[in-house]
């Protein structure tokens, strides 16, 4: 059999084994998500505790707080952030509503973050990943989601940091198309083909910054750079 037909097919197989554990991750995301309120509200009450930078403190109320090193407090958003900054319920402490007084609220913890120094990014898996190709958007007055939240020393130290998307990585923003992530650009994809796939949501209208391809020019650019073995190989 000729050999660029057996790494084809060895190829195809490869995909098709990611996709197989793409969609068992996304699965086990679903599971975490639902379970995680549930464990939540089995935190008990704590009257006296010694609070530490990263904590997640949790009042009467369901509004949940991060600790930061000043020892000031911002609220988590929603669930997706909890879950996208690596807490579980194992890190959140029950107080009682004249301990958190005691803490000023200095605004939100939101998936968005950004270095004292300009550098921005996006949180997600216990990660921050390097995202200053949204700065235009981020900075724009009228940006929806707001400013971004600080980067603090306890985040800095404690969120890995990853350069860039990885090829092929799904991105959808508020329901809109899913988009494949191509060599700092976007490709159109055919989202019933990804049903079982991770999707990563990013904020509204930073997919903007990326130019767009057509799926042929993308299927081109892969032969070239990634596949050159196959360019002049007879296959069609």
Do not use: C
């Not at 579980?88 to 270095?115: C, S, Y």
């Not at 724009?140 to 306890?154: E, F, I, S, T």
């Not at 990804?194 to 391809?213: G, N």
Request: hydrophobic share 45%; proline share 7%.
């Amino acid at each position: 059999m000729n050999s660029n037909i057996v790494k084809l097919i060895l190829g195809l197989s490869l995909v098709g084994t990611l996709v197989i554990f793409a969609g068992m991750v996304a699965v086990l995301a679903v599971v975490f998500r639902a379970e995680f309120p549930m464990q939540l509200s089995a935190v008990k009450l704590q009257p006296s505790v010694e609070l530490r930078p990263g904590m997640v403190l949790k009042g009467p109320d369901r509004d949940m707080f991060y600790l930061t090193p000043e020892h000031t407090r911002r609220h988590i958003v929603d669930m997706d952030t909890f879950i996208a900054f690596g807490f579980t319920p194992a890190d959140v402490v029950k107080v009682d509503e004249t301990v958190l007084a005691t803490i000023p609220l200095t605004g939100d913890l939101t998936r968005l973050v950004q270095f004292e120094q300009g550098n921005l990014y996006w949180v997600m898996d216990g990660q921050r990943w390097l995202v200053n190709e949204w700065q235009p958007v981020v900075s724009r007055v009228d940006y929806a989601d707001g400013a971004p939240a600080p980067l603090d020393d306890w985040l800095q130290y404690n969120l890995p940091v990853r350069l860039y998307f990885e090829q092929g990585m799904l991105l959808q923003s508020e329901g809109g198309p899913v988009y494949a992530y191509d060599f700092n650009t976007i490709t159109p994809t055919n989202q019933v083909e990804y049903a079982q796939a991770r999707i990563i949501q990013v904020p509204a209208d930073v997919l903007t910054v990326y130019p767009r391809q057509h799926a042929p020019e993308a299927i081109a650019r892969y032969l070239v750079t990634a596949r050159p073995s196959l360019v002049g190989s007879g296959l069609k």
